[in-house]
T-cell receptor, first 115, second 114 residues
Framework: GAVVSQHPSRVICKSGTSVKIECRSLDFQATTMFWYRQFPKQSLMLMAT?????????EQGVEKDKFLINHASLTLSTLTVTSAHPEDSSFYIC???????????FGPGTRLLVL | DQQVKQNSPSLSVQEGRISILNCDYTNSMFDYFLWYKKYPAEGPTFLISISSIKDKNEDGRFTVFLNKSAKHLSLHIVPSQPGDSAVYFCAASATAGNTGKLIFGQGTTLQVKP
């Protein structure tokens, strides 16, 4: 149990385009999903907390207009990187939690490369 | 401000021996701690967790110890196997805040040599 999927696993796009990444909890309902970003050889940095039916909570320094988050249902959250630039190239990982204070289960990650 | 620290970036142990990975934290509000294992280009895999009401939690070859007074936790893997080679992250959460946010350490790369 506790499987989280992400799609796509890898995406290459041109600078200025927008990219949507989906995160799904496959066998449980997730009131809360989280979006992380990881640069090479660094830790996971929380970008935002996504709550079903409400606006996402962004961490300090994360541009909410650039990283649009939609948590449309209890099993799906999407992250859209708008007007992507090469510096947005990174590994994006989502996680989902069945409830408050419970273990987060991570998706496999999405490698974004912006040319 | 690094609230969760893994001061050893890497660790190398012999197969069959014990691996001990350490983690320190500064925020006294943290009351739930987790260890994740991560391979390159993959998402972290949950290993084991511990609540602050305990000082030890064991699951098979993995044991996590928590020393609240020292704000220190450790993950013991015994016996270590080559398949355990990966990056290990500790993470902490303050459940009282009900945000569910995890704060991660920088990670320790474990290499288990056959």
């Amino acid at each position: 149990g506790a499987v989280v999927s992400q799609h796509p696993s890898r995406v290459i796009c041109k600078s200025g385009t927008s990219v949507k990444i989906e995160c799904r909890s496959l066998d449980f309902q997730a009131t809360t999903m989280f979006w992380y970003r990881q640069f090479p050889k660094q830790s996971l940095m929380l970008m935002a907390t996504s709550n079903e039916g409400s606006k996402a909570t962004y961490e300090q320094g994360v541009e909410k207009d650039k990283f649009l988050i939609n948590h449309a249902s209890l099993t799906l959250s999407t992250l859209t990187v708008t007007s992507a630039h090469p510096e947005d190239s990174s590994f994006y990982i989502c996680s989902a939690s069945p409830g408050w204070g419970e273990t987060q289960y991570f998706g496999p990650g999405t490698r974004l490369l912006v040319l | 401000d690094q609230q969760v620290k893994q001061n050893s970036p890497s660790l190398s142990v012999q197969e069959g021996r014990i691996s001990i990975l350490n983690c320190d934290y500064t925020n006294s509000m943290f009351d739930y701690f987790l260890w994740y294992k991560k391979y390159p280009a993959e998402g972290p895999t949950f290993l084991i967790s511990i609540s602050s009401i305990k000082d030890k939690n064991e699951d098979g070859r993995f044991t996590v110890f928590l020393n609240k007074s020292a704000k220190h936790l450790s993950l013991h893997i015994v016996p270590s196997q080559p398949g355990d080679s990966a990056v290990y992250f500790c993470a902490a959460s303050a459940t009282a805040g009900n945000t569910g946010k995890l704060i991660f350490g920088q990670g320790t790369t474990l290499q288990v040599k056959p």
